[in-house]
């Protein structure tokens, strides 16, 4: 009997502040658990030291019956208090030291939505600041709860137990990747498929692969465009021929216009000679003026052509940005050439006279026959 209970303290002895050891869940109470280590009495796990993150219930961590590894911060004759967080702690360290240093990306789950960012348990708390989360911004966390990410250690401060994640420097990575391997592989003359990602004055960036290339705004369309909103807007899915590449400064020339059908290739198909069609005046010049047809296709008025009556200058009877109806004399597209007049839609030459004599007739009260007959007579 002497000989167990010597045995038995001996078994005392050797717990020790600072020890870890493995002991059975006993009990679960409201903010605490009771673990049998092996000592005199059921060692107390407070509801603080189960984990790094908040926990409502000792019972969403553990249960009765439960093996779990703690470790001893307090220990006198009556009282043995456990922490569990603290050996998870210790295990931890090691391992996000080797993460950090090694620069390794590692999935973890996200325990919590809390103000300012997601919170995840790796053995000790970590924090994924709100602008780290995503390369866009995030109105609305709630949906990260529970949802596992890829994510770096980009800052780690064991003595303050201070770790910080970032899902945002994994999908920076991944971009640069993609833009690196897209640089690498395209060649002037593809013709790849991208999306419009900005518009500026001198034109549309657009993504062709992790790497934005410009479409030039001479290059949106095979006609003069004002600005590049009028032809292509953010979001847009285009096809795009690559012009040039500049691998070294990462700079990608783009046309869109070189993809499409040159206006001039559908003109046989849209007029013919004969036809009478719409157009703007888009320039007036000594010799006549060139009038729109089609985005991209101007025919020319010759100033003989203009009207019935002589004039100078085109300027005396059209001005630029008026619409008017033309008779098509001519095309031949491949020269990209079409021959208009607006003459042949006047009428035959000294029908304005004609009317105009007829009527002076009405107004005066003399016919034509009068005067006729008037100096008929006199011959007589």
Known sequence: MVDE????MAAFDTVSVGDVITGKVTKIEDKHALVDVGY??????????LSSLHVDKVSDVLSEGDEVTVKVT??????LVLSKKEVDADRAWDDLENKFNNRETFTVKIADVVKGGLVTDLGVRGFVPASLVERHYVEDFSDYKGKELDVKIIELDREN????LSHRAVLDEQAEAKKQETLRSLNPGDVVEGTVQRLTDFGAFVDIGGVDGLVHISQLAHYR?????????????????VLSIDRDNERISLSIKETQPGPWEEVPNKIKPGDVVEGKVKRLVPFGAFVELFPGVEGLVHISEI?????GTPGEVLTEGETVKVKVLDVKATEKRVSLSIRELEGPVGYQEQNTAVHNEDQSGFSLGDVIGEQLKKYK
């Open 40 to 49: 005199k009495v059921d060692g107390i796990l407070p509801i603080s030291e």
């Open 307 to 311: 009207s019935n009556r002589h004039i």
């Open 161 to 164: 137990r201070k770790v910080i």
């Open 74 to 79: 307090k220990l006198n004759d009556d009282e």
């Open 225 to 241: 465009v004002e600005t590049p909103s009028d032809v292509v807007k953010e979001g847009d899915r285009v096809t795009v021929k």
């Open 5 to 8: 209970m010597n045995n038995e």
